[in-house]
């Protein structure tokens, strides 16, 4: 039966403006150089020949936007001697609503500089991240069913694994983004490896962080403490370049922390650090020492102060705030300890 004119107008209109996304990201990639690239210039681009089959792998499979990304700028995704693409559906892209720039971000997101099938990754331990084309940021396999061979990136389910598999780039289709992009705020917030994970760099290389930072995360967003756990996670990038030496760390947690108290980020990330300190203590270790010891916190040069049991509030006392919950999480790289208050930032050096 014959389309009708309403129908066929929309499908006109609905293949203009897909066009328009895929010739303005093209755009935006020709006039800006990449600033997130880390491939050495001598490294050799993939073929022409590899990218148009790619593509039409990707465009009988139905993920026609990515194919026609694909095909257009392959440079986008294939900057590197070896790719895996995860690649989105058609319904996902096309409601994203994201500027050129963004989308683009959002596209090397789903790209890594390695070659993996989904039996690489099902063999993988869960936690397992890769690296990818944007800001060295990763993915992480969150995670993965062996008995039905499919794995989970980023809590998004792999729904067409092995779509393309030739020389060194291989494709797999997934259900949705791995990250949502604001379009007030260039930034994906990435999962990040603990010390219990691996990272899959040269596919099989291993980076370690000294502290199970992931894990101090879910189990304090697990158990109630959702602000200090967003607070933690957001300013994470910057306690991981300087984890100042600390093997474990002791976090203080109050019951709440006003995120919204704290701009820019440097000050909510100076409020953080102030409740970690770069070694684990005990509520024990805690109370045997004498009052006014200084506990060095991940603040350089900023202490907190055992002030010590005071007679009108019961229970140990840091800085003036009462440790309410002691040892409430512990393992052998970090403890916990609940606080009826968070410390306060007139206690910070330069807070303003």
Same mark, same amino acid.
């Given at each position: 039966?014959?389309?009708? #004119? ?5 499908? *006109? ?44 792998? %990707? ?20 900057? &590197? ?5 995860? !690649? ?19 596209? +090397? ?5 390695? +070659? ?56 797999? /289709? ?15 917030? *990435? ?53 100042? /030496? ?7 947690? #109050?019951?709440? %922390? ?32 004498? !009052?006014?010891? %200084? ?34 999480? &512990? ?10 208050? *968070? ?7 330069? *807070?303003?």
């Amino acid at each position: 039966m014959a389309s009708s #004119p309403y129908c066929t107008r929309w499908l *006109a209109i609905a293949y203009f403006t897909m066009a328009a996304i895929l010739a303005l990201v093209a755009i935006s990639m020709t006039i800006r150089s990449d600033p997130d690239a880390e491939t050495p210039q001598s490294s050799k681009p993939i073929s022409h020949v590899l990218s148009l089959s790619s593509s039409r792998t %990707l465009r009988t499979s139905g993920f026609t936007i990515m194919a026609a990304l694909l095909q257009i700028s392959p440079e986008l995704f294939l900057s &590197s001697p070896n790719s895996t693409i995860f !690649a989105i559906q058609d319904s996902q892209i096309s409601n994203a609503s994201l500027p050129p720039h963004l989308l683009r971000n959002l596209l +090397r997101y789903h790209t890594s500089p390695v +070659r993996v099938s989904i039996e690489d990754l099902i063999d993988k331990p869960q936690g397992t991240c890769l690296p990818t084309l944007y800001r060295k940021k990763s993915v992480a396999i969150t995670k993965i069913d062996r008995k039905e061979r499919t794995v989970q990136i980023n809590h998004v389910w792999v729904s067409h694994p092995n779509l393309f598999l030739e020389g060194p780039v291989s494709i797999h /289709g997934v259900l949705g983004p791995f990250a949502a992009l604001d379009p007030t705020d260039d930034v994906i917030q *990435a999962p990040v490896c603990d010390s219990s994970s691996t990272m899959v760099s040269d596919f099989g290389g291993l980076k370690k962080h000294n502290v199970e930072w992931s894990r101090i995360i879910r189990t304090l967003s697990s158990n109630g403490f959702v602000s200090f756990a967003i607070g933690l996670h957001s300013v994470l990038d910057g306690i991981l370049e300087d984890e100042r /030496g600390a093997s474990s760390v002791t976090i203080f947690v #109050p019951p709440r %922390l006003e995120l919204e108290a704290y701009h820019p980020q440097s000050l909510l990330e100076k409020i953080v650090r102030f409740h970690i300190l770069p070694q684990r203590l005990t509520h024990s270790e805690l109370s045997s020492l004498p !009052a006014r010891t %200084l506990l060095r916190t991940m603040v350089h040069g900023q202490p907190l102060e055992v002030t010590g049991v005071m007679s009108f509030m019961p229970g140990l006392v840091i800085n003036g705030v009462r440790i309410v919950a002691p040892d409430i999480y &512990s393992s052998k790289k970090f403890i916990v300890h609940g606080i009826s208050r *968070a410390f306060e930032e007139s206690d910070l050096p330069s *807070a303003q």
